[in-house]
């Protein structure tokens, strides 16, 4: 069984600063995916990266980027220049990729982190 | 971009009486759809995973007479949770699988309150 562990139930951070958001996730599978989404206060889920397993090169999406480990099975957020809109609860998630037994395209999820961003 | 809708955002409902939540995809087909609960400041707890037109698929522990999940078409999935109790009181997310691959759109989200 898969899991996912972030260690990290809160964390703050200054206005135009740099946090990083810890993962790390136990499998046996080799082909998956990796996610973080994010879920303000309006508790909408909302993407924020994704990294498919295969790839070595970490994704990136403008202010945010992932340093992927997959060795050490660690997925890790790095959120630059920090903005009060990314005060929100991150979740990292694992996906099994298509071909996997009993994939349903089911998400595991961490804990989650709190993050708030301060002015 | 792709839109899941969940409704009612809010419902309050009395003890022993049943609350159906919807789940739509709006513009695209969802081939497996997702049910959770989530309680204030933890994690999206899975429920139930959703095929159309097949039995759902329910976690350990869930129990499946309680929250009667049904699929019926490629862009409708509703959560049934008969003869509410105050403990069934949380917030509810639904979310859709585009294809089959690994893209994941969620709902608003639904409250429930029972009372």
């Known amino acids: 069984a898969q899991t996912v562990t972030q260690s990290q139930p809160e964390m703050s951070v200054q206005e135009a600063e740099t946090v990083t958001l810890s993962c790390t996730y136990d499998t046996s599978e080799n082909n998956y995916y990796l996610f973080w989404y994010k879920q303000p206060p309006s508790r909408q889920m909302i993407l924020v990266i994704r990294?498919?397993?295969?790839?070595?090169q970490n994704a990136t999406e403008n202010r945010f980027s992932v340093n992927f480990q997959k060795a050490a099975k660690s997925f890790s957020l790095k959120i630059s220049d920090s903005q009060l809109g990314d005060t929100a609860m991150y979740f990292c998630a694992f996906m099994k990729q298509r071909g996997g037994s009993g994939n349903t395209g089911k998400l595991i999820f961490g804990q989650g982190t709190t993050l708030q961003v301060k002015p | 971009g792709a839109v899941v809708s969940q409704h009612p955002s809010r419902v309050i409902c009395k003890s022993g009486t049943s609350v159906k939540i919807e789940c739509r995809s709006l513009?695209?087909?969802?081939?497996?759809m997702f049910w959770y609960r989530q309680f204030p400041k933890q994690s999206l707890m899975l429920m139930a995973t959703?095929?159309?037109?097949?039995?759902?698929?329910?976690e350990q522990g869930v129990e499946k007479d309680k929250f009667l999940i049904n699929h019926a078409s490629l862009t409708l999935s509703t959560l049934t949770v008969t003869s509410a109790h105050p403990e069934d009181s949380s917030f509810y997310i639904c979310?859709?699988?585009?294809?089959?691959?690994?893209?994941?759109?969620f709902g608003e989200g639904s409250w429930l309150t029972v009372v």
């Open positions: 979310s859709a699988r585009v294809g089959w691959g690994n893209t994941i759109y």
């Open positions: 990294q498919e397993a295969y790839k070595q």
């Open positions: 513009d695209f087909q969802a081939t497996t």
């Open positions: 959703s095929n159309e037109g097949s039995k759902a698929t329910y």
